[in-house]
């Protein structure tokens, strides 16, 4: 007989990647980060309604579990966790999501409600072994799957683990190393207001590797050994380096077609404004761009021109 948890809470973070996107998926190193002050949180409450619903006022939904098809990223959380758990019925709650990360922005929005639902999930089936960081990026890491084909590892693992991390995917396990700065990395984050799919960026992206392997392959190597240098630029504290080697990832992801027109604004109009380097970040083709900024005088004049260039939102978050 299991003891539920009458009240169960959790949450999981937005994310940034600061180097190696889509090159990552291809099995070069990448480094991505949490943005703590965004997330995603689930509660699961018991229900007296005799079935589990799953609730997202955000996203205008509120369904029962068991009418949900295989495909609904949310269901497929909670039913990963009860399968798990071993439970063939779900038991009479209702999961209730609601995130402050804007959903198809590069942000990690899909891995962090995945991974805010699973937590909660284990916590009111009182599982503390699923409530690992280990195990809820695996859970989310199956979820992931439905966003697009070939997830590389790196949302899932930095949403559950809440950490910066040094990334590489490889059998039989992923390297994931976490890791600590020298000096403050201070990103202006800013959004396009374009909404893009990350399943359409990375499945272009890998039509064109498969049409032209050497070029892509060459771009790919080029990101991994931006991503190298920047782990030891990270490391020594060489925050202007750190800057330049993203203006450089940048003009990589360009390359790989994954930037936008929005995007190439948003970068150039943050280099003008004296920003230490800036790029997309994420799938692409829409979504978040950062800017590394020296100090908060710096912040304010890169904030200022990204929001007359056109950001729809701006928000610091600070590497430390
Ligand atoms: C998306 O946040 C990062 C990509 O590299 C895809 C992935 O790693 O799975 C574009």
């Known amino acids: 007989m299991i003891e539920f948890n009458p009240v169960s809470e959790a949450s999981a973070p937005g994310k940034i990647i600061l180097f190696g996107e889509h090159a990552v998926v291809y099995g070069r190193p990448a480094i991505a980060a949490p943005v703590s002050q965004i997330r995603a949180i689930a509660t699961v409450t018991h229900s007296s309604s005799n079935n589990c619903y799953l609730v997202a006022p955000d996203l205008n939904r509120h ?9 609904d990223a949310l269901a497929r959380a909670a039913w990963l966790v009860l399968g798990v758990a071993g439970l063939t019925q779900p038991p009479d709650v209702t999961i209730r999501v609601r995130s402050q990360i804007p959903i198809a922005s590069g942000m990690g929005s899909g891995a962090a409600i995945a991974a805010a639902i699973i937590r909660a999930l284990a916590q009111h089936l009182n599982r503390p072994d699923l409530q690992t960081n280990e195990q809820v990026s695996a859970l989310t890491y199956e979820v992931e799957k439905i966003h697009h084909g070939t997830p590389s590892g790196i949302d899932n693992t930095v949403v559950a683990y809440e950490q910066p991390i040094w990334f590489v995917r490889q059998s039989p396990k992923n390297l994931i190393e976490p890791f600590k700065v020298a000096a403050p990395l201070r990103f202006v984050v800013a959004d396009t207001g374009v909404r893009s799919s990350t399943k359409v960026a990375v499945g272009d992206v890998r039509r064109q590797y498969n049409q032209q392997p050497a070029k892509f392959a060459r771009i790919f190597d080029e990101c991994g050994r931006i991503a190298q240098v920047a782990r030891q630029a990270i490391k020594a504290g060489n925050v202007e380096k ?46 978040n761009m950062l800017a590394l900024v020296a100090d908060e005088a710096m912040e304010r004049q890169v904030s200022t021109a990204l929001q007359q260039a056109g950001a729809t939102n701006i928000l610091t978050t600070i590497l430390k």
């Open 63 to 71: 369904d029962r579990l068991q009418d949900l098809p295989d495909d």
């Open 242 to 287: 750190v800057g330049q080697l993203m203006t450089d990832n940048h003009a990589w992801l360009q390359k790989m077609t994954v930037s936008s027109p929005e995007l190439d604004k948003l970068v150039d109009a943050a280099l003008q404004a004296g920003a230490l380097g800036a790029k997309l970040s994420g799938a692409g083709r829409g979504g």
